[in-house]
């Protein structure tokens, strides 16, 4: 059975069933040489889902550089260091009080790239500007999925 709201296909996409009061809301932070990268996404969200009494967000845009960046690979259970110039090319993932999930694409200097899922220790270089939205008809959560063995996205709509 299909949860109301759900639609099923290839990709499992919930969207609102009618309209809502609730409009989403944009925020902007930058961060400076020397931030973690994660850990700076992960308090700025805590305070504005604190602020505003919201428990559902994502990253809309994101831009900068680092110099050390921490990805897991598909299938890895470990992180991968890179310890270099790198440019943050896209930012993009869910934010919840529970957790994020947060994946990301870097360039070096010859401008190989690579991307995963974004480990703690993703160390700012000169700056990142990353921009937030607010989902205030939703809460996310992040539960065990039997399946995957992993936190997944839980979502209940809220308005």
């Known amino acids: 059975m299909i949860p109301d709201g759900l639609t099923q296909g290839v990709a499992s996409v919930v969207s609102p069933s009618t309209a809502s009061s ?16 994660r850990a700076g996404l992960v308090k700025a969200f805590a305070d504005l889902s604190r602020t505003h009494g919201v428990a559902a967000g994502c990253v809309l845009s ?16 470990r992180g991968t260091e890179i310890v270099a110039p790198l440019e943050l090319i896209t930012l993009s993932g869910t934010l919840s009080p529970g957790g994020v999930h947060l994946h990301a694409s870097i360039a070096d200097a010859q401008g190989r790239m690579t991307g995963g899922h974004l480990m703690p220790g993703c160390i700012v270089r000169t700056t990142a500007e990353v ?29």
């Open 22 to 37: 609730g409009v989403p809301s944009t925020h902007v932070l930058r961060m400076s040489p020397g931030d973690d990268l």
């Open 131 to 159: 921009v937030i939205a607010l989902l205030p008809e939703w809460a996310f959560g992040r539960d065990v999925d039997a399946a995957t063995g992993f936190k997944e996205l839980v979502v209940r709509r809220v308005l």
């Open 62 to 77: 994101s831009v900068g550089s680092l110099s050390r960046a921490v990805l897991r690979y598909a299938a890895e259970d």
